[in-house]
């Protein structure tokens, strides 16, 4: 590749060439890496005090590796924060919105992208972009007595249901759906398969890339996801990961091997999915149909 | 799930050929695939929306009756100094952030697929890390690095003979690390949209300025810059309009402080609205934020279609 590149400029010496070819390399994988040192330190540092005891935390000169490792905020966490539910609270949260994200986005994405030719369907996509400018987060307030109203104030579905319709999702299989050829649809139709068919036995099987896309993404959006928990639940026992990690760090003295341990926990089910998944999550491809 | 079902059965008649101008029309089908995106978009966006509206002319606290007050709050509203502070705190912010955030997802996106990095694919992983952590979490990690006294920033400025720096409680060092614990959180996703863009741009055409003597900055300058103009708007676009909602990651770095210096509008609004309970004010903020998403969208798109055209 970068041998093609630089042979299309004026002809020169194989060694000269290779010579010039480094000269550009090491200055350039110097910075790359520098800036790569820049983005991963804070999320070292992190992790190096998670598990340094409470002493070593706050002692000078700091150290860089712990001295003495130790579980003992992690035990913490697990004892006496009672992580595992907020965990469990979270990850339920999360799986079904997920669940019901990606159904919905498949769903009027097909619309959105099939049925055009009424107007309603495009007014409709035009109300979708809006909402991308104009986000609920802005409207806390009443949204909240919506919620209230609705009897979700304090239950798990008010935690999910909110959340299902995002704009991002809709487009994401708009855009794939417009990309499969019409003549695929009007090929089902003449062979007789009605509307639901044509979306759930040929369509929705189809965008298998995307939903795999939407689900990781979604999953992601409702386990980092702070203002819809923290406007719709009041007690403690339905407090999501996040919340609860904010009321540690909202303490007036924050117990920092506690928070520490928690955070570094509370991020290891979305590492987990990213190594299993990197192809669909980091495709720029796929990412790139948000643009539209 | 039941109701989609039932609703998508097209209404049975005799199957017609599908042939100019004789289309039929699908009509219940679209509605049933999307009935529930509609149905959410009305409970959860245009209900409270509408509501948001005219509580803002109202003096309602959550609970009892209302009356109705006119322009009131707005009226408090622009003769309040708390909200002036919230609004400039929140436009500053974005003014630091969007500019930076741009420049570095632009620049580690350029060297990520530049052919002459080495360990591209891991480097790359590497910039996407931080995509994986929350907002709270981001901002625990920002406020560990950043403690005054026992923080590993000023550990390192002391080593080297300076003073400490009060991250915490000077309001623009306090601002700087948000803009910097923002800028390295939203690196990530602009960066694959920004990598996608970089490698659409057609590589004859950097061969043919390479033959015509063009360095590495005119290439860039003159060649890949006007090819990403679309998704340079795009990232500029969203980058502001999340600066303006940023909310959770202050609430874990520094909770808007030290005080009440660094309150951004969304925290304005939630603490208007919860903690004061003052729904009608806090709406009257929410609108005012509403008006300025929208012009900075439309104000962008404006720029971008002139540019275009």
């Known amino acids: 590749m970068s041998t093609a590149t630089t042979a299309a400029a ?14 550009t390399a090491i200055p350039v994988t110097a910075f790359l890496w520098l800036l790569a040192a820049v983005y991963a330190f ?9 598990f340094k005891p409470g002493s070593e935390l706050f002692q000078y000169p700091l150290s860089i590796l712990p001295e003495d490792p130790t579980l003992g905020g992690f035990e913490k966490a697990w004892n006496r924060f009672d992580f595992m539910l907020y965990f469990s609270n979270t990850l339920a949260v999360a799986l079904a919105t997920t669940a019901l994200t990606v159904m919905a986005s498949a769903m009027t994405g097909y619309a959105l992208a099939k049925y055009r030719e009424q107007r309603w369907v495009r007014v409709f996509f035009i109300c979708l972009l809006a909402t991308t400018m104009l986000p609920t987060e802005v409207i806390l307030s009443p949204t909240f007595l919506v919620i209230r109203d609705l009897g979700m104030y304090d239950t798990f579905a008010g935690l999910v249901v909110p959340s299902i319709l995002t704009a991002t999702g809709v487009f994401m ?14 090929a089902a139709r003449i062979d007789g398969a009605r509307e ?15 939903i795999m896309t939407l689900a990781i993404f979604s999953f992601q959006w409702r386990w980092n996801d702070y203002v819809w928990p ?3 639940v009041a007690d403690e026992r339905k407090f999501t990961l996040q919340i609860a990690l904010r009321s540690i760090v909202g303490a007036e003295n924050i117990d920092w091997p506690l928070l520490l341990a928690a955070s570094v926990m509370s991020i290891l089910p979305l590492v987990l999915i990213f190594i299993v998944f990197q192809k669909y999550v980091m495709n720029e491809d796929i990412n790139a149909g948000l643009k539209d | 799930m039941t109701a989609t079902a039932i609703a998508t059965e097209r209404p049975a008649g005799p199957r017609q050929r599908p042939g100019r101008g004789r289309r039929p029309k699908y009509r219940l089908a679209p509605l049933g695939l999307a009935g529930l995106s509609i149905v959410l978009f009305a409970v959860f966006f245009v209900w409270p929306g509408s509501l948001g509206l005219i509580y803002s002319f109202t003096d309602y606290t959550g609970i009892g009756t209302y009356d109705f007050i006119g322009l009131a709050n707005y009226e408090k509203l622009f003769g309040d100094p708390t909200f002036y502070q919230a609004l400039t705190r929140s436009l500053l ?52 690095m950043f403690g005054e006294s026992f923080g590993f920033v000023n550990y390192v400025v002391t080593e080297l003979g300076g003073n400490p720096l009060a991250w915490q409680t000077d309001p623009d060092l306090a601002l700087m690390v948000v803009v910097m614990a923002a800028t390295w959180g939203g690196t990530a996703f ?10 659409n741009v057609p ?19 003159h060649i890949t810059l006007p090819s990403i103009a679309p998704t340079s708007f795009l990232v500029i676009l969203l980058s502001s309009l999340g600066a303006m909602k940023e909310f959770a990651m202050v609430q874990a770095l520094n909770g808007g402080g030290p005080g009440t210096s660094n309150v951004f509008l969304i925290q304005y609004i939630y603490e208007t609205g919860f903690k004061r309970a003052d729904v009608g004010y806090a709406s009257a903020v929410s609108m005012i934020l509403l008006l300025i998403l929208l012009s900075i969208a439309l104000i962008q798109m404006a720029v971008n279609r002139r540019r275009g055209a």
């Open chain 1, 10 to 23: 004026r002809p020169r010496t194989r060694k000269a060439r290779k010579a010039k070819e480094l000269g």
């Open chain 1, 42 to 50: 804070p999320i070292l540092w992190f992790l190096l005090s998670a």
């Open chain 1, 173 to 186: 299989f708009r855009q794939y759906f417009l990309s499969v050829p019409d003549d695929i649809v009007e």
């Open chain 1, 196 to 210: 639901a068919g044509i979306f759930f036995r040929i369509m929705l099987p189809m965008s298998r890339p995307i």
């Open chain 1, 230 to 232: 923290l406007i719709v």
């Open chain 2, 93 to 144: 912010f974005a003014a630091f952030s969007v500019p930076l955030m741009y420049v570095m997802s632009l620049s580690v996106a350029s060297l990520l697929v530049s052919n002459h990095a080495k360990g591209r694919s891991a480097a790359k992983i590497v910039f996407f890390f931080p995509w994986l952590i929350s907002p709270i979490v981001a901002g625990v990690i920002w406020r560990w």
């Open chain 2, 190 to 199: 602009n960066m694959l949209i920004f990598i996608a863009a970089l490698k």
């Open chain 2, 203 to 221: 590589r004859a055409y950097y061969e043919a300025a390479e033959i015509d003597g063009a360095n590495a900055w005119q290439r860039f300058r």
